[in-house]
Nanobody, 124 residues
Framework: QVQLVESGGGLVQAGGSLRLSCAAS????????MGWFRQAPEKEREFVAA????????YYADSVEGRFTISRDNAKNTVYLQMNSLKPEDTAVYYC?????????????????WGQGTQVTVSS
């Protein structure tokens, strides 16, 4: 069982930055692939970024490539999402998720555990 708690969301102006954190419980965190997803009002949940168990492989959605960076610290059981050059269209609830498949994946179906989400609002 893995429990995930996100933090770091908030209100920021366009062009600004935020860093989201996701603290995980459980001794097997280091073997899990981790992902970030987001859901805007009246829209489907969408993939944002993923990282494999040893940080060797990362994937990004085209919409955030070059602006967002996913990273993890297995010693701290934490995964991060650094978000730079934020745009109003990045406004959403951001969720972190854990997959027992150690290889990073963009498919939400591979993720068994989800956090409660943290709101990110980017004003224009």
């Amino acid at each position: 069982q893995v429990q995930l708690v996100e933090s770091g969301g908030g209100l920021v102006q366009a062009g600004g930055s935020l860093r989201l954190s996701c603290a995980a419980s459980g001794r097997t965190f280091s073997s899990y692939a981790m992902g970030w997803f987001r859901q805007a009002p009246e829209k489907e949940r969408e993939f944002v970024a993923a990282i494999n168990w040893n940080s060797g492989i990362t994937y990004y959605a085209d919409s955030v490539e070059g602006r967002f960076t996913i990273s993890r610290d297995n010693a701290k059981n934490t995964v991060y999402l650094q978000m730079n050059s934020l745009k109003p269209e990045d406004t959403a609830v951001y969720y972190c998720a854990a997959s027992p498949i150690s290889k990073a994946t963009m498919s939400s179906h591979a993720y068994n555990y989800w956090g409660q989400g943290t709101q990110v609002t980017v004003s224009s």
